[in-house]
């Protein structure tokens, strides 16, 4: 399986920035000069060897990359089933795979003339990827914050204020990660001729979704080197977690065409999605119809009259009420499917993992680590599940600590 | 049988035109401080002078919007404001003897939730003239699409230009527009400010090159001065947030009744102008 199987044709989104009808750009007309001026500047970067070269070498020289391929041995031999392999983005510097995009997005800040740059966190994680490459190239970095989530994210705060960010707490509707992009947006709106918005996921208004994909791809083409190279074959499962979804499509995005290969990601499944406190946009269809958030049209979590729904995710990450355009375009074809896994399970995914491989995961992660450990034994022993383990749990530990009993 | 739709949009610039005044056009949210004040508060500025109103559609996420009209749309929500009470507001004002016209803004999502289809037919039939969409611009694939079903039901679909817009997104504007094009004064989100952008003029005479349909000019409007100043250079002026946050007032009718008499009065061109050079 070293050459292509099939040829799974991939070509989006389109030229106006539509995956199919998901996408588009969706934003006050203050923006869209601005959205314009971002795409250019992105399609010239990219044709250009010494940008990519660039990037190239701070990849590899800064954030340490390649990251490794685990085999997770010893979960592997509890299961009993399949072998599950993990691509440890929890070993990029700063602790996440957000790093990738947000050091492609900064040097393309730099070469715009942009010397301000801004952005909205959840987890933290982006925040503070955000704020490692703003003290590397020198840039002025402020970072929308909800009050919710610096409550449950206290040690990532520190870190973007010790990185020389300014945090700006975010006060105003659920004061969580939709907020923050809310405020980012007004601010981006308000500055728009000296500062980028440096968002972090595969989401927002036409071309960030194809832009924080293309720079999150390196995760996916590494893993199937890597998978070639130390197994000799493609995996046969690929799980990521989806929030916005920016790990899920840098992971997916290298195996799309590879059509032998199954992409599964997984949601926020919260309390259960019964209970309607949960950020699982495709497991909710009477909650979650095609809708309008912060600039692309995709799955969003709704009132029946297209107010915004507040959801819950014990990971602060994951807690966002739409999903990256690109991700409900793969699920509507059938090329990717996605499923959940609720707060407990991930937290148990937390715990075995830390147990059985020494690996602390982000809580995000561990919804994905969550899933392989549900589908490993269902498997045959030579079936190969690649998990991206998108983070690292250190930030998770307070929340953690209140949830388990060690 | 009376103009409506664009017709009716028209005609109210035109008649402020020939009496020597700009259009003075507010801005007021349904359902805040609460639905029947509200409905009071839209009568109140029809009988102080307004000559079109601009009827906000509560968001939770709206998101070119200051702090302001941000509480104002949470507090109408928080009241379980709907759409639909948003038509069946319009309707109430028709009844009331309002003929001015009222136009609809809000953010796309509501629309796209009720049916933008359905949505038009109802606003027409509710006596709504029209609509403005902050987050929906006019060559995207639904503005384009949303544009058509306005025309098609006779509605005014009024798009946004900024101080960055190209002069390639201004001819844009001007293509689609249907109605006037909203001006938006300042880089930035909705708020009363202290002064007007010094560049205000050069920026309406830019867009004016472009279009021979009235233009309003929006956000950050917040005092009577302002509105003279803007009266000089503009069709139509837009105060939003100014009267927005009289809306918790004592007495919310009187306060806004007080405020739009002054506002209205203040879009009377007193000076020579350009178009009193003409006459």
């Given at each position: 399986m070293n050459e292509k199987t099939t040829a799974f044709a991939w070509p989006y989104p389109d030229p106006e920035g539509w995956f199919g009808p998901y996408g588009g750009k969706f934003v006050p007309e203050t923006l869209m000069p601005a959205l314009e001026e971002l795409e250019a500047a992105y399609r010239a970067a990219r044709e250009d060897a010494a940008f990519q070269k660039e990037f190239d070498d701070l990849l590899r020289t800064y954030v340490g990359r390649p990251t490794p391929v685990t085999y997770a041995r010893r979960l592997s031999e509890h299961l009993g089933g399949a072998h599950i392999y993990l691509k440890r983005e929890d070993l990029a510097h700063s602790g996440a795979h957000k790093i990738n995009n947000a050091l492609g997005q900064a040097l393309l800040a730099r070469r715009m003339g942009k010397h301000r740059i801004i952005a909205e966190t959840g987890a933290g994680q982006h925040g503070v990827a955000t704020a490692t490459v703003a003290a590397l190239l020198g840039l002025e970095c402020v970072i929308y914050m909800g009050m919710v989530d610096m409550e449950r994210q206290r040690p990532n705060v520190f870190r973007m204020e010790l990185l020389g960010a300014r945090v700006q707490p975010v006060d105003a509707g659920s004061r969580t990660l939709k907020d923050a992009i809310n405020e980012a947006i007004r601010d981006w709106v308000t500055n728009v001729r000296t500062t980028h918005y440096l968002l972090g996921s595969a989401l927002g208004p036409h071309p960030y979704p194809m832009i924080v994909r293309d720079f999150q791809s390196v995760i996916g083409r590494e893993a199937r080197a890597q998978m070639l190279e130390q197994v000799g074959r493609l995996p046969d499962t690929v799980i990521a977690c989806v929030g916005?979804?920016?790990?899920?499509?840098?992971?997916?995005?290298?195996?799309?065409?590879?059509?032998?290969?199954?992409?599964?990601?997984?949601?926020?499944?919260?309390?259960?999605?019964?209970?309607?406190?949960?950020?699982?946009?495709?497991?909710?269809?009477?909650?979650?119809?095609?809708?309008?958030?912060?600039?692309?049209?995709?799955?969003?979590?709704?009132?029946?009259?297209?107010?915004?729904?507040?959801?819950?995710?014990?990971?602060?990450?994951?807690?966002?009420?739409?999903?990256?355009?690109?991700?409900?375009?793969?699920?509507?074809?059938?090329?990717?499917?996605?499923?959940?896994?609720?707060?407990?399970?991930?937290?148990?995914?937390?715990?075995?993992?830390?147990?059985?491989?020494?690996?602390?995961?982000?809580?995000?992660?561990?919804?994905?680590?969550?899933?392989?450990?549900?589908?490993?034994?269902?498997?045959?022993?030579?079936?190969?599940?690649?998990?991206?383990?998108?983070?690292?749990?250190?930030?998770?530990?307070?929340?953690?600590?209140?949830?388990?009993?060690? | 049988m009376p103009d409506t739709g664009i017709a009716r949009v028209e005609t109210a610039f035109a008649r402020a035109r020939r009496q020597g005044r700009a259009a003075f056009m507010p801005y007021y949210v349904v359902g805040y401080p609460d639905l029947e004040t509200s409905v009071a508060v839209f009568k109140a500025l029809a009988d102080a002078g307004a000559d079109l109103i601009e009827v906000g559609v509560p968001f939770s996420d709206p998101l070119a919007d200051g702090p302001t009209n941000q509480m104002a749309a949470q507090i109408a929500l928080r009241n379980g404001t709907t759409v639909r009470d948003v038509l069946d507001t319009v309707a109430r004002l028709r009844a009331q003897g309002v003929t001015i016209p009222l136009v609809l803004m809000g953010y796309y999502n509501p629309f796209l939730a009720y049916g933008v289809e359905v949505l038009c037919r109802d606003a027409a039939a509710a006596g709504a003239d029209g609509f403005i969409v902050p987050d929906l611009p006019p060559d995207v694939r639904d503005g384009e699409e949303m544009r058509d079903l306005c025309a098609k039901h006779g509605l005014a679909f009024v798009p946004l230009l900024a101080p960055t817009s190209t002069e390639a997104r201004v001819r844009v504007a001007a293509r689609a527009a249907r109605g006037f094009i909203y001006l938006v004064s300042v880089t930035g989100i909705t708020g009363a400010r202290d002064r007007l952008p010094p560049d205000l003029a050069a920026f309406v005479a830019r867009v004016r090159k472009h279009t021979d349909l009235p233009l309003a000019v929006g956000f950050g409007i917040a005092r009577p001065e302002h509105a003279r100043q803007v009266a000089r250079i503009a069709d139509g002026v837009v105060v939003g947030s100014a009267i927005v946050r009289l809306g918790l007032r004592d007495d919310p009718v009187g306060a806004v009744r007080a405020l739009a008499q002054e506002l209205a009065e203040a879009t009377e061109i007193v000076e020579t102008t350009v178009a009193g050079a003409e006459q």
């Open positions: 916005g979804g920016s790990n899920a499509i840098g992971i997916f995005s290298a195996f799309i065409e590879d059509e032998g290969v199954r992409l599964i990601g997984v949601e926020a499944g919260g309390r259960g999605i019964e209970t309607g406190e949960h950020a699982a946009r495709f497991a909710d269809p009477q909650r979650a119809r095609l809708g309008v958030l912060h600039g692309t049209k995709s799955y969003v979590l709704q009132t029946p009259d297209g107010q915004i729904a507040l959801t819950h995710s014990v990971s602060a990450g994951l807690d966002y009420a739409s999903v990256g355009p690109e991700h409900a375009l793969l699920r509507e074809v059938g090329r990717a499917e996605y499923t959940y896994a609720t707060d407990d399970e991930a937290l148990d995914a937390f715990r075995t993992l830390a147990r059985f491989e020494g690996i602390i995961p982000a809580l995000e992660s561990a919804h994905a680590v969550a899933h392989a450990i549900k589908l490993a034994p269902t498997l045959p022993r030579d079936h190969i599940i690649l998990v991206n383990l998108s983070g690292r749990g250190d930030k998770d530990l307070e929340t953690v600590r209140g949830t388990l009993n060690l | -």
